[in-house]
């Protein structure tokens, strides 16, 4: 099974401020996908990332693929309080339909 | 926007007792899986369904644990003889085919607790 790490683990901020939370592999994943999980809820899909060195926007998100397809970061833009939550990236094992997920950055945006 | 439903929401249930889990995945997706959470852990691949087989199935998956698609609508996860470290959150999700384009959709989970 290929591993994700993500980090960091925890990050709480004000209101206002930009954040970058990173997903990191020594394995290639053909493509990977970010969620946000509210606690008790199932993840929701955010964005999937397929070609190295992809750029994706959604509003004050930036998801990018690293060139190697091995690692991903997501930016986040003026943080709100509603982005607050715990951010997983995901991905298919090699030949596989099953995801691997990374443990999660829970983030906290402060009013 | 469409979604995937599981009931119940929770469920506590007798260690030994067995368990079944529901879900009703998006009507047009042709992929089904469980995935579970245990508190604290990563979510994790337990077992995928295509074509009313099973496609692929992770260690976690043992002869504990079966799946089944009665209807054609409802996706179900069986969990025979639970134990106490079977509590956990359960995750059904789906997508719609063999690209990851779309990626998945998950539902809002079961609660198991094993007592």
């Known amino acids: 099974t290929q591993l994700l790490e993500q980090s960091p683990q925890f990050l709480s901020i004000q209101e206002g401020e930009n954040l970058t939370v990173y997903c990191n592999s020594s394995s290639v994943f053909s493509s990977l996908q970010w969620y946000r999980q509210e606690p008790g809820e199932g993840p929701v899909l955010l964005v999937t990332v397929v070609t190295g060195g992809e750029v994706k926007k959604l509003k004050r998100l930036t998801f990018q693929f690293g060139d190697a397809r091995k690692d991903s970061s997501l930016h986040i833009t003026a943080a709100q309080p509603g982005d607050t939550g715990l951010y997983l990236c995901?991905?298919?094992?090699?030949?596989?339909?099953?995801?691997?997920f990374g443990s999660g950055t829970r983030l906290q945006v402060q009013p | 926007e469409p979604e995937v439903t599981q009931t119940p929401s929770h469920q506590v249930t007798q260690m030994g007792q067995e368990v079944i889990l529901r879900c009703v995945p998006i009507s047009n997706h042709l992929y089904f899986y469980w995935y579970r959470q245990i508190l604290g852990q990563k979510v994790e691949f337990l077992v995928s369904?295509?074509?009313?087989?099973?496609?692929?199935k992770s260690e976690i998956f043992d002869d504990q644990f079966s799946v089944e698609r009665p209807d054609g609508s409802n996706f179900t996860l069986k969990i025979r003889s639970t134990k106490l470290e079977d509590s956990a959150m359960y995750f059904c999700?789906?997508?719609?085919?063999?690209?990851?384009?779309?990626?998945?959709?998950f539902g809002s989970g079961t609660r198991l607790t094993v007592v």
């Open positions: 995901a991905g298919p094992d090699t030949g596989r339909r099953a995801l691997t």
């Open positions: 369904f295509y074509n009313n087989e099973i496609s692929e």
């Open positions: 999700a789906s997508s719609p085919g063999a690209g990851y384009a779309n990626g998945y959709t």
